[in-house]
């Protein structure tokens, strides 16, 4: 495939800092949308606001959406309920405006969550079953059918992303602190299943798509594990200088409040779609994956 012309909205973050630079390694040509350009490639816009200079656009071929405030940054209150959901509903429709006059337009990717599934029920969550009903399944819901406006203009995809595994951020990096005091931490119970995705699988899940142009909602996932077996392969890798610790349920509740259920309430997620249409990971044991991690 030749060079395209790929942007990226909300580009700055943890996953896409390490797209730009698998992308741009490949030939493409990355700008990236926000709020604070710094660097080069980057694009002011204020998508609240609805700035964006167009003409700096008319080229594009691909667009990927990854804007959105965390979902595990700060607790759930109403109003963060209303930020987590405008900056990705509106910033997704400013962008559809935008892309109505791109015309060399080719495809948009969209990220999701495996959070779309709820957290009821213990089968295995593939792409043919309905949405949850909880808050982050119907936010997911309303994200993916925003996704979905951009099929007037071009091919749709929509990567459900699991927990990124990254050095760079994320989960891993929240527990720094208590990683560098060599304490391993599980949850409730620890049995709850955790589906994970090594940040270099998606990165080349992404150019996977560019490529192959599937069409449709994918779980961009390579294995679920429990929590137990997060802390157990920490330990492992500290050459098991440290200690397993429990953090209990109500803990996390009393913390965290409703969003306590992403890390209480686990789910089995299926990658067979992904790896039916073609796409091979490179981790796919958790130990290898979290060989990124520094030592703490
Ligand atoms: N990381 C994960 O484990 C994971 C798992 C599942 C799904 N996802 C989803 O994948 C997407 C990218 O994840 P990430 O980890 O790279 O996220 P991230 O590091 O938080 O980056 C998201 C980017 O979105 C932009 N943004 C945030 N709030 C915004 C707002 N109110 N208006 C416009 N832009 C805003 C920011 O760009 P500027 O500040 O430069 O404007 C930011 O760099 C997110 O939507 C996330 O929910 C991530």
């Known amino acids: 495939m030749g060079q395209k012309i790929i942007l990226i909205a909300g580009g700055s973050g943890l996953i896409g800092r390490a797209l730009c630079y698998t992308l741009r390694n490949k030939g493409h040509i990355v700008y990236v949308l926000s709020r604070n350009p710094k660097k080069e490639g980057d694009i002011f816009w204020n998508p609240m606001l609805k700035e964006l200079d167009s003409a700096l656009l008319e080229g594009v071929q691909v667009i990927i959406n990854l804007t959105g405030e965390g979902i595990g940054e700060k607790n759930w209150t109403t109003n963060r309920k209303i930020a987590l959901r405008d900056s990705r509903i509106q910033t997704a429709s400013f962008l559809l405006e935008k892309a109505k006059k791109m015309e060399r337009l080719e495809y948009y990717i969209g990220a999701s969550g495996v959070s779309c599934y709820g957290f009821e029920g213990h089968e295995e ?25 951009f099929l007037e ?12 595994l990254s050095n760079d951020g994320g989960l891993l990096k929240k527990f720094q602190p208590l990683l560098k005091l060599r304490f391993f931490p599980f949850f409730g119970d620890g049995k709850q299943l955790l589906s994970w995705i090594h940040i270099d699988d998606l ?12 069409q449709g909602s994918f779980n961009a996932v390579s294995r679920n594990d429990s929590s137990y077996d997060f802390a157990k392969a920490l330990l492992k890798k500290s050459e098991r200088r440290g200690a397993i610790i429990r953090i209990p ?9 409703e969003m306590s259920v992403v890390i209480l309430k686990g789910i089995r997620v299926s990658n067979a779609k992904i790896k039916a249409a073609g796409f091979v990971f490179k981790y796919t044991l958790l130990e290898d994956a979290l060989s990124i991690i520094k030592k703490p």
């Not at 593939?126 to 997911?140: M, Q, R, W």
């Not at 990165?203 to 599937?214: A, G, H, S, T, V």
């Open 203 to 214: 990165c080349r899940l992404f150019d996977f798509c560019i490529e192959q142009r599937p």
């Open 153 to 164: 203009k071009c091919p749709v995809v929509k990567l459900r992303i699991a927990v990124v």
């Open 249 to 257: 349920g109500w803990l996390i509740k009393t913390v965290f409040g």
């Open 125 to 149: 969550k593939n792409e043919a079953l309905p949405f949850g009903s909880d808050f982050l399944s119907k936010l997911v819901q309303e994200w993916e059918q925003a996704s979905d406006l």
